[in-house]
């Protein structure tokens, strides 16, 4: 009997180091295989994508009303908003496009537009250090559809339309990203071409070609300075100022172009809105006593409506 009990004692002894032996081995196995990346898995990815789309809505309406006014009034502004940003190692790309188009009717005045604009900006960098970028930049702007003067409520005056103007921006040079939030970019040399894709506004000169072009190159200095901050848990601020000295033409004159949007979120997707925009162009000469100098443009916007992350 106690040969018996010694024999069994001795398999089931066997049987358990051979087991432990074999789970060893697979275990061995698999710590040394090499582990493939599947090609389709994005989980680092080098790209970071987005946008934002906003649109505001107003009406009033009056009727017998003693204290005057618009019988029908109604605004609508609509702004979307792109992203694309790559970054890997050294290299990084900046890609950006802003949408704007705003209308308002009234029984009085009719239909007339108060916000148009395309804006594009692609931008290369390769770095230098941490905070600076050897940069290469280009930046497209325009707007969708005809745009008036009103002299007076029965006339209206053509001032610019699709690629009329258009503004192509070419430039070299260095980008300062102090902080993730902050870009500055400087270049000593720009190239900028304006373009008047209209028969009628060319034949007038406007936008600083010569009569009967369509088109006007210049190069100068450029300067632009892009911020997008959480000021806090609701406001949010997005700004980018451009500055273009022209070398060829009064370079003290320094054109400017600058856009301001302040949002402030009300619930999930309801937001109050308030963009702010300073444009000074030497060659857009409308302004003064006889509509024959350039000025200070201003466009201010407030409104509330639904804004949500695309």
Not at 56 to 65: E, P, R
Not at 196 to 206: I, W, Y
Request: glycine share 6%.
């Amino acid at each position: 009997m106690k040969k018996c009990l010694a024999i069994l004692t001795i398999f089931i002894a066997s049987n358990y180091l051979f087991a432990q032996d074999a789970t060893v081995t697979k275990l061995k196995d698999e710590a040394g295989k090499t582990i493939k990346k599947n090609e389709s898995d994005t989980s680092s990815k080098a790209w970071k994508k987005g946008g934002l789309f906003s649109l505001n809505l107003a009406q009033g309406s009056l009727s017998n009303w003693a204290a005057g006014g618009d019988n029908f009034s109604m605004s609508v502004n609509l702004y979307v908003n792109a992203f694309a940003y790559y970054k890997k190692e050294k290299h990084s790309w900046d890609n950006n496009v802003d949408f704007y188009l705003g209308y308002v009717n009234t029984t009085s005045l009719g239909a007339r537009k108060n916000d148009d604009r395309i804006d594009f900006t692609s931008k290369y960098g390769y770095a230098l250090n941490p905070k600076l970028n050897v940069a290469a930049l280009l930046n497209f702007r325009t707007q969708f559809f005809k745009g008036y003067e009103y002299p007076n409520a029965n006339t209206a005056n053509l001032t610019s339309d699709f690629l009329a103007p258009a503004y192509v921006l070419l430039s070299l040079g260095l980008d300062y990203k102090p902080v993730k939030d902050l870009s500055i970019f400087v270049s000593p040399i720009t190239s900028r071409t304006v373009i008047v894709n209209d028969k009628t506004l060319s034949a007038k000169g406007m936008y600083g070609v010569e009569p009967g072009k369509n088109s006007v190159f210049d190069i100068g200095a450029f300067a632009s300075v892009t911020y997008a901050k959480n000021l806090n848990k609701i406001i949010t601020y997005k700004g980018k100022l451009d500055l273009f000295s022209n070398y060829r033409k009064n370079p003290q004159n320094i054109d400017i172009f600058m856009t301001n949007l302040f949002s402030a979120k009300l619930s999930k997707i309801l937001s109050a809105t308030w963009s702010l925009d300073l444009i000074y162009d030497d060659d857009v000469k409308l302004f003064g006593t006889n509509k024959d100098a350039p000025g200070m443009q201003l466009k201010s916007l407030l409104g509330v409506g639904i804004m949500v992350k695309i």
